[in-house]
């Protein structure tokens, strides 16, 4: 970022969280950021297809209410689909055990539990409220892949060199104060900077696909199979998203079927046998059917990737360059628009106080540190629930199914995990 002639942060629009939040505060409206991606601008004039893409993302009300501050909600509004309700239920276990989740169990009332929004209208939506901002003015390149990342030593205290980024198709490099990786799981940022990963395989993948029901819901069902979780989501148009973890070679059969046969592997799926009374609040989910005219399904592998750093002298790692998380819980992209309001916070604050908004230690402690620990522990939240549900049989699988019950019968319980799933750990 800059107060002259160096440009600022290098990110991809499809991650460009930052710079409308940077237009709320008066003391971070005098910086110049520059995003720098490697593929063209979303087109921010198009309307969305009628049927909605294979990429959504589940957004908590604390997502919506950041997004609404960066002054983005409005335009993505009409392409998000709220959902009032959630229910869980486990496949295995002689009760077929199930909890269901509303937003009046954690006191969110007409907020709902959060909403399902087409990922292109949320980029597109960033990137207008960040280019129609006057203050911090934002400069765009689409300058291709990273090349080289010249960062000062790691022992650099304030006011060290400025960054430089050096891009495929750029004229020149882009100097820097702070540069802020935010282009992904697989990022070029993070790598350029030494940082170290930790990475968790899952032995999983997950099939995305676009199916429409019989009726319209407004509810995330989500039922725990014996070969991974299979979820279907509300999406707009009365379409419904799917996320179906299975084994690899699985995934590749699903992902071959015809539209027909794979919305009749879903419904078979989430149907299984008729409910017992002994399921309590259960509600059977709505029949799914093909969707004419979605695109086909597609799948990709389950990994948990960890930075074990997230800043050094004038860097700062965002969203899934920081850390990837199992898709269980859809919490990615909170966690992706949290960083971004912590990060616009400490550089207000650094803007306020006069300190070099690429200080290393000044963002530690303002931003990575905090981060690290919230995302470390919805993180960890996750891979418990991955391991409770994984494949299992006999008196683990009946204990597990009774536990699932227990928690439908406490409010106190349903309440906490409402509260969480809100964005209660930001």
């Not at 169990?105 to 960033?126: F, I």
């Not at 934002?138 to 300058?143: K, P, S, V």
């Not at 019989?214 to 069902?221: D, E, F, L």
Request: glycine share 10%.
């Amino acid at each position: 970022m800059k107060d002259g002639a160096e440009a600022g942060e290098c990110a991809s629009p499809r991650r460009a969280h930052l710079p409308p939040l940077l237009a709320t505060a008066p003391a971070t409206r005098r910086l110049t950021v520059a995003l720098a991606d490697a593929a063209p601008a979303p087109d921010v004039t198009s309307p969305p297809p009628a049927v909605p893409p294979l990429r959504v993302s589940t957004l908590s009300p604390a997502s919506v209410a950041t997004l609404d501050r960066a002054r983005a909600w409005p335009a993505v509004a009409p392409h998000a689909t709220p959902f009032a309700d959630m229910q869980v239920w486990d496949a295995a276990g002689a009760s077929g055990a199930c909890v269901r989740y509303s937003a009046d169990d954690g006191g969110g009332g007409g907020a709902g539990l959060g909403v399902v929004a087409d990922n292109a209208a949320v980029c597109a939506a960033l990137l207008a409220a960040a280019r129609a901002s006057p203050a911090p003015p934002l400069e765009y390149f689409d300058c291709g892949p990273l090349t080289a990342l010249d960062l000062p030593p790691y022992a650099a205290a304030g006011g060290a060199p400025l960054a430089r980024a050096t891009f495929a198709r750029a004229a020149a490099p882009l100097t820097a104060r702070l540069v802020v990786g935010a282009d992904g799981a697989r990022s070029a940022v993070r790598a350029a900077a030494g940082f170290r990963v930790a990475t968790k395989d899952y032995g999983r993948a997950a099939v995305v696909a676009t199916v429409r029901t019989a009726a319209p819901h407004a509810t995330a069902w989500q039922r725990f199979l014996p070969d991974g979780p299979l979820a279907l989501l509300p999406l707009r148009g009365g379409y419904s998203g799917v996320v179906w973890t299975v084994r690899p070679g699985r995934a590749a059969e699903l992902v071959g079927l015809g539209a027909d046969a794979f919305a009749a592997a879903v419904d078979a799926a989430l149907a299984g046998a008729p409910a017992p009374p002994t399921r309590g609040r259960f509600l059977a989910p709505p029949r799914v059917l093909p969707a004419p005219g979605a695109p086909a399904p597609a799948s990709f592998p389950l990994r948990a990737v960890t930075a074990g750093r997230t800043v050094r002298p004038r860097l700062a790692l965002a969203g899934d360059a920081a850390r990837s998380i199992h898709p269980l819980a859809g919490q990615g992209a909170n966690l992706g628009l949290a960083d971004a309001s912590a990060l616009a916070s400490a550089l207000a604050a650094a803007c306020a106080a006069g300190v070099d908004p690429g200080d290393a230690a000044w963002l530690e402690d303002r931003f990575g540190a905090p981060r690290r620990a919230a995302a470390g522990a919805v993180a960890a939240a996750v891979d418990g629930l991955a391991t409770l549900f994984a494949p299992q049989a006999g008196p683990l699988a009946t204990a597990r199914a009774l536990g699932v019950a227990a928690i439908d019968a406490c409010p106190p319980a349903r309440a906490a995990i409402v509260r969480f799933a809100a964005g209660g750990w930001a």
